[in-house]
T-cell receptor, first 111, second 114 residues
Framework: QKEVEQDPGPLSVPEGAIVSLNCTYS??????FMWYRQYSRKGPELLMY????GNKEDGRFTAQVDKSSKYISLFIRDSQPSDSATYLC???????????FGQGTRLTINP | EADIYQTPRYLVIGTGKKITLECSQT?????MYWYQQDPGMELHLIHY???????EKGDLSSESTVSRIRTEHFPLTLESARPSHTSQYLC?????????????FGEGSWLTVV
């Protein structure tokens, strides 16, 4: 079993919809959680960074961490065609240097 | 905002050729990484470095080698390219613990070996 599981999709929603992207993980020692966005033929770019549990909001994006369920989410409100990309979750333990990535979810926002 | 540069962005090369993928960062980050990613697939860490003259193999076995002679430069070399090396190679670097060791990626180098 992988340490981090992420539904690869593809996920296709109409413009303006609320999108929910999720990852589950098995290592309860993970403390740092990130979401990356990757456009086709580009490198991943950091979207959201959260330490431990709770919510973090940045514009149309909200990241949620539920450590008791070992579950993290990224919500996109008022989704735009420009949000079409692959979204990767990543996480690491305290003191670890390397990130563990999910497989990525391919998202398409239809105009 | 991260300033990390990879060249070439796209390369088509014949089997048996030696290639070097260049990666430079201007942020003074000590930690640098190379990931391999096939289209639509996961990122796999193949090499990392925590500082000058320090290199380690990553989680995925790779026939490539790396060097870290300068902080800002982390090139990856394939001595004899094969079609199985066809993939996207992503260079990355990270800040210190204060920012959670967040990793910033370059644009990637797409390698095709024919």
């Amino acid at each position: 079993q992988k340490e981090v599981e992420q539904d690869p999709g593809p996920l296709s929603v109409p413009e303006g919809a609320i999108v929910s992207l999720n990852c589950t993980y098995s290592n309860s020692a993970f403390q740092y959680f990130m979401w990356y966005r990757q456009y086709s033929r580009k490198g991943p770019e950091l979207l959201m960074y959260t330490y431990s549990s709770g919510n973090k909001e940045d514009g149309r994006f909200t990241a949620q961490v539920d450590k008791s369920s070992k579950y993290i989410s990224l919500f996109i409100r008022d989704s735009q065609p420009s949000d079409s990309a692959t979204y990767l979750c990543a996480m690491r333990t305290q003191g670890a240097q390397k990130l563990v990535f999910g497989q990525g979810t391919r998202l398409t926002i239809n105009p | 905002e991260a300033d990390i540069y990879q060249t070439p962005r796209y390369l088509v090369i014949g089997t048996g050729k030696k290639i070097t993928l260049e990666c430079s960062q201007t942020m003074g980050h000590d930690k640098m990484y190379w990931y391999q990613q096939d289209p639509g697939m996961e990122l796999h860490l193949i090499h990392y470095s925590y500082g000058v003259n320090s290199t380690e193999k990553g989680d995925l076995s790779s026939e490539s080698t790396v060097s870290r002679i300068r902080t800002e430069h982390f090139p990856l070399t394939l001595e004899s390219a094969r079609p199985s090396h066809t993939s996207q190679y992503l260079c990355a670097s990270s800040e210190g613990p204060a920012s959670g060791n967040t990793i910033y990626f370059g644009e990637g180098s797409w390698l095709t070996v024919v």
